[in-house]
């Protein structure tokens, strides 16, 4: 283990309104079509609900923030809206740390039904995904405007029951 692996503290935080310009830079960088500002912002508080992954260097006591999840619990269901790792720190586990604390803040506010989408050609999110029990139940043709600005790219939609 690295000193800087031993020097560091992992956590998760609640999402705030106030936290929106350290987490857009990892949207900016995870998505081919990213969220607005203006978007994300408003997918904060209310029926939403997310967290980021931190990591703090003991000896800078500095922050970093890895990424984050945001979700959506309407009378029973949560959907996963949006979930971003930092490019960098992809492949680490920190996607499946993300996607484990949204299934647990989800079952804690009485889901019962998980659903989210995800683009056909993302073959390491739908890895994750069906490893954490999801099931592929449609799919969207031509939802998501393809990453080379040409054209279109269908949209899986995945389910997990709690």
């Given amino acids: 283990m690295s000193n800087a692996a031993k020097n560091s ?18 949207e900016l960088a995870c998505h081919s079509h990213p969220w607005s500002e203006k978007t994300f912002s408003s997918c904060i508080g209310g029926r939403y609900f997310g967290d980021f992954f931190q990591v703090t260097e003991k000896d800078l006591s500095a922050e970093h923030a890895i990424g984050f999840y945001i ?46 989408e995800v683009r056909a050609k993302n073959i390491a999110a739908q890895m994750l995904y069906m490893n954490a029990g999801f099931i592929e139940i449609d799919r969207r043709t031509g939802y998501y405007p393809s990453s080379s600005g040409f054209g279109y790219e269908d949209a899986i939609v995945m389910s997990l029951k709690c």
């Fill in 71 to 116: 979700g959506e619990y309407v009378i029973g269901e949560a959907t996963l809206m949006d979930i971003c790792v930092v490019p960098t720190e992809q492949g680490k586990g920190y996607g499946k740390a993300l996607l484990n604390q949204f299934l647990a803040q989800a079952k804690k506010l009485g889901t019962t039904k998980v659903f989210l």
């Fill in 9 to 26: 503290t992992k956590y998760f935080t609640e999402i705030a309104q106030a936290d929106v310009d350290k987490l857009m830079p990892i």
